[in-house]
């Protein structure tokens, strides 16, 4: 799951993170459907951007752009609404080539397995395939990856001939040009001509954003192994690497403010937010953002979930406004109040099936230690002891899985404190304007 955008559960409204679930395994299908189960290892977090973009272009219904898939060991067995259709199928043959292309950067440098002959034999015969396969899955939608292709070959070949001390941006172009068609060929699918510009800008940006980041997050293990760094080989301290990916964030949050979308939030979340959280995890917080949520951010409040907080008087501390719409439970939409009694309708975010009860139900009765035991063999050869939330297979308590409880990296997200950040800091270049984010809270889409 390589990739910048990495966005925490706890910062994604229910409907946000349902979206975003839907194009992330939309895209795995989409692979295993067009270019075989192997092909689903390139699945990977950047490459959906490409996805949810057609998508928020369109001007279809959600109910197009979406197919019910069967159960997987990932979601816990069950079934889910996935994303379909060419935006999902673009964003496959992207990501396979890329994963290719990856791949093949890993053989010629020979790190790791690669090092060893049959290893680096076996994946060059993936990314022969890989490419072959991305063509014709790019093709069918009116993509041609040789674009893609010929930006790996042109990197190569500017990394051998970059005199010392030159300019890092000649090192990340060929990685701009190819996420600029990418981005761009969007609006082709989308019928959105005039998006073509400004989001080839916003993915030229992104392209540079993402080499940058890579750049510097293995600067010092580059450095012990000895392998090529484009920040070491042109002498880019970390303090220029960090104002050159900033502005990146700024620029592309300013391209995407020329886009046309007919549902611009999940986009504005992962491409004006996520990109800046992915800055501070490797260079960590500006210093606005620091101050800004030093001020703001409130303790943890004893008596329910966080919601709009104000200053009071100077050394009296945060205090909650006194009427707050917003307090409903976590991670619940705002001005939506949760299902009640035994015939109220059942979100579509919580888990259905066996297994599980739904809200307001009896919890079931415990399982005996021999039926408890068949249960968890099964749960643990499906994954979901691991990846998602789960009943207890001898208490049938609500449990969350092992990946889900690690942390996030996203600092204080029980509180949702990055929010504040979000809603209240940003306003400076005004990246919020006009997106549904301004006097959020932590239950908004922002």
């Known amino acids: 799951m390589f990739g910048i955008i990495r966005p ?7 409907r946000l993170q349902a979206s975003w679930m839907a194009h992330l395994c939309g895209l795995c299908l989409a692979l295993r459907d067009d270019h075989g189960q192997l ?5 990977n ?11 928020a272009q369109s001007a279809k219904d959600d109910a197009s752009w979406r197919r019910t898939a069967g159960p997987c060991p990932l979601r816990g067995m069950r079934t889910a609404s996935v994303a379909k259709g060419e935006g999902a199928r673009l964003a496959a043959a992207v990501s396979l080539a890329l994963a290719s292309v990856k791949i093949r950067d890993h053989v010629e440098d020979r790190d790791g397995v ?12 993936v990314t022969r395939r890989w490419d072959r396969k991305s063509a014709g899955g790019a093709s069918a939608v009116g993509f041609d990856t040789a674009v893609l292709l010929d930006a790996a070959s042109r990197q190569g070949e500017l990394e051998r001939a970059l005199p010392p001390g030159g300019s890092v941006l000649l090192v ?23 998006n073509a510009a400004p989001l080839a800008e916003a993915g030229r940006l992104f392209g540079r954003l993402a080499h940058l980041l890579d750049a510097a997050e293995d600067q010092a293990e580059d450095a012990a192994s000895g392998a090529w760094n484009p920040l070491t080989a042109t002498g880019t301290d970390r303090t220029e690497a960090e104002r050159l990916c900033r502005d990146a964030v700024h620029g592309i949050r300013l391209a995407l403010r020329e886009v046309e979308l007919t549902d611009r939030t999940l986009v504005h979340v992962l491409l004006a937010h996520e990109t800046e959280r992915a800055v501070e995890r490797v260079f960590g917080p500006a210093a606005h953002s620091a101050s800004c949520r030093t001020r703001t951010a409130p303790a943890a409040d004893p008596h329910g979930p966080a919601g709009p907080w104000t200053a009071g008087p100077e050394g009296a501390g945060d205090r909650p406004l006194a009427s707050n719409p917003y307090q409903s439970p976590p991670r619940q939409d705002p001005g939506q109040a949760p299902p009640t009694g035994p015939g109220a309708p059942i979100p ?13 139900g009896e919890p079931p009765h ?22 998602c939330s789960h009943d207890d297979p001898f208490s049938r308590e609500h449990k969350e899985g092992w990946c889900t409880r690690q942390d996030c990296g996203c600092g204080d997200c029980g509180n949702c404190g990055d929010c504040f950040q979000c809603c209240q800091c940003c306003g400076d270049d005004g990246c919020c304007d006009g997106c549904g984010c301004d006097g959020c809270d932590c239950g908004c889409d922002c």
């Open 366 to 387: 415990r399982r005996n230690l021999l039926a408890g035991c068949a249960v968890w063999a099964l749960m643990a050869c499906t994954c979901q002891l691991m990846c």
């Open 8 to 14: 925490c559960r706890h910062r994604l409204s229910e």
């Open 172 to 194: 990340t172009e060929p990685t701009e040009s190819a996420t600029s068609a990418a981005f761009a060929h969007t609006a082709v699918l989308a019928g959105r001509p005039g």
């Open 114 to 125: 690669f090092a060893r002959r049959p290893v680096a034999a076996g994946a060059r015969a």
């Open 348 to 360: 579509p975010w919580v888990p259905q099936g066996p297994g599980f009860t739904p809200p307001g």
């Open 45 to 55: 977090y950047d490459g959906l951007i490409i996805s949810v973009l057609v998508e």
């Open 39 to 43: 092909a689903r290892t390139a699945t």
